[in-house]
């Protein structure tokens, strides 16, 4: 009796960000990822059943990925939701034009089912909601993360045409901004 073979979840994942980076995500098809990843189509829609879920997968991979390295920023030191938004401001710093692509390729490509930026929406919730208020310290860090967020979108997107000198400008100043806020 032939043993079954296991398919390997992230090889899926690695292959679908290689046709995304490859393409800008124009050639993003379960044929094409299945390909990259040397298993048949069948096998691939063995792991997710449709474009969508190997998108919210890729999209939900990638966010772990960047708030495992925003947690390695803090360390073990304290965690109050200034730190957090300094930290997941100096990651943004250190990001590169590839993932910032890839993440904003993968956002866009859900937009149509918002029901698979479930994930994605309850991040930015527990971001931003400990945030919420109307004036001092809460409301200005608020602004900075929301800034850093907006021009990561409107440039990634398209939407607007943003220099990697300006991006890193808004960025910075939206860390010192933060980092004054620090005790």
Do not use: C
Not at 57 to 70: S, Y
């Amino acid at each position: 009796m032939a043993r079954k073979k296991e398919i390997d979840r992230d090889r899926i994942l690695d292959a679908a960000e290689a046709v995304i980076l490859a393409s800008g995500g124009r050639n993003l098809t379960l044929d094409a990822v299945a390909e990259r990843a040397g298993i048949s189509k069948g096998g691939l829609v063995y792991s997710f059943a449709t474009k969508d879920e190997l998108i919210q997968a890729t999209l939900e991979r990638e966010g772990e990925r960047f708030q495992e390295a925003v947690r390695q920023r803090l360390g073990n030191g304290p965690t109050g939701p200034v730190e957090l938004v300094l930290a997941h401001i100096e990651e943004a710093l250190n990001e590169d034009d590839t993932s910032t692509q890839k993440a904003a390729f993968l956002i866009a490509a859900l937009v149509h089912a918002p029901e698979k930026l479930k994930s994605l929406r309850r991040f930015y919730s527990e971001l931003l909601d400990t945030l919420r208020s109307e004036s001092g310290e809460m409301a200005e860090v608020r602004q900075a993360i929301l800034a850093v967020e907006g021009i990561f979108l409107l440039r990634a997107l398209g939407l607007a045409q943003v220099s990697q000198e300006e991006l890193k400008s808004v960025l910075l100043h939206a860390r010192d901004s933060v980092a004054g806020w620090v005790q």
